[in-house]
């Protein structure tokens, strides 16, 4: 799919990976919409970009909504979305002070699975509406998974859970959306050096990288943005989950 002129939308663009990709998708024509729960970061980014800022709670239907039409009123609804939005959170499920709250669970399910297809859903109902030339393409979704989803670690079943679930409903959503014309990709990023992996001690992030197979570093956010032009650019890449890992396979712990 053509991304020049293309409306655009990345969430969780503030910063990180979303923000990697909102600044690479933005050079290559993209008209970018930086969705954000944190709307100083939003708005910094989206500047920079001649993009529109969108302050919203994955989450929320309302709020989802308002930015859709905000994203809208100035570049026409959406036709790329890519959701790169989520919250890493580690805990045992039986800890020291006893089983993990329920409530803790339901976060991270809630942000990371809920809200990517809280995104889609909305988005999608959007795209279905663009009238296109019999036979084009009307667009394209890039999830974000992790390749916990495969080899989750101890003090991972909340986080492997929820990417695991963005992982298994790609298929369905492509099947779904075919007749529609739009594409449905997830990416399954390994370890990344994004602001959180900034805050740990040189040492850490050395062992870190140290445990990837080749090339033995920290992913470049950069290099998950490249693999995200790359989803929406090959009109053949369907329903596909790619691992961008460094060969990395989780240990337990």
Known sequence: MKLEGASTIVTGGGSGLGEATARLLSAKGANLGVLDVDGDKAAAVAADLGGVALVADVTSEDSVRAALAAQAAVFGPARILINCAGIGTGERVLGREGPMPLA???????VNLLGTFNMLRLVAADMAGIAVPSGESRGVIVNTASVAAFEGQIGQAAYSASKGGIVAMGLPLAREFARLGIRVNTIAPG?????????????????LAASITYPPRLGDPIEFAHAVLFAIENEYLNAEVI?????TRLAAK
């Open 243 to 247: 691992r961008l890992d460094g060969a």
């Open 104 to 110: 803790n669970f339901e976060r991270v399910v809630r």
């Open 191 to 207: 370890i990344f050096l994004t602001p959180l992996l900034h805050t740990l001690p040189e040492a850490a992030q050395s062992a």
